[in-house]
């Protein structure tokens, strides 16, 4: 290999899925092929920055992962979204937390006058579960975040509220002119509902424009939405057309329904992929399966 493919496969950025279910967990016969875990997506970039967005039930994934590759000593960035049980209730059972030599950052909006420090710890309080965060050997730090934009190493990565109930943070990483943008869970209304906010639409539209991956909540069908009006998610129709509108160049349809099988994320990939050809738009669309992995 030459020296400059040499140097270009280096820079490659992993993303990997670890849970790619919203709400709840969905184990069984009808979830085999997309895998049952609720939210949880790695992002490895060159020198040793590792990010983790959301600590659903995908995250024990990861964790059984980073074990069996005798990784130590970890050290990484955990963003999360916002504290809903989908996105925090994986971080008791990730291993790396209670070794010792491991550093965490675990960053996100507070929710009212309830810290990230206080969320994550909230759930391990002894009424919830057995161990609390006292026992984490890890040197793990807590970090509040705004809508906002800084910079970890060479990384700079932004955030923006989403429409979703309580506090809830989209966040874009820029990298050598390659970027992410993981955004869940979101409502983007349709234009007929009072709450739809233009203004919203087109701050987002900006956040994501031209990303090489969009990570978003496509929880719903279009039919299934006109009862969930209100819930805090997308359909399948506004994603689509919210990410060609954006110009981005790939993507994942992620946070899926539980009562949804297999079969329906198969439908929900065939529907966004049909309205993609009608436009004739440039966006390609996939429906990650958990364990699956890609290079950007
Ligand atoms: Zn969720
Ligand atoms: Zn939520």
Redesign the pocket.
Known sequence: MDRKHKQLMEENIKVAFWGVR??LPVPGRKTVRYGGNT?CVSIEFPKDNFFIFDAGTGIKELSNYLISENRAPIKATIFISHP?W??INGIPFFAPLYANGNKFEICGPSNGDMSMRGLISGQMDGVYFPINIKEFGATVSFHNLEEERFAIDTVEIQTMFLNHPGQCLGYRLNYRNRSICYV??NEIYPESNRLYSESYVNKLADFIANTDVLITDCTYTDEEYEEKIGWGHSSVSQVVELADRAKVKNLYLF?HDPDQTDDDIDNKLKMAQAILERKGSSTVCNAPKEGESFDV
């Open positions: 919203g709400t939210s809903h989908d996105h869940t869970d946070h």
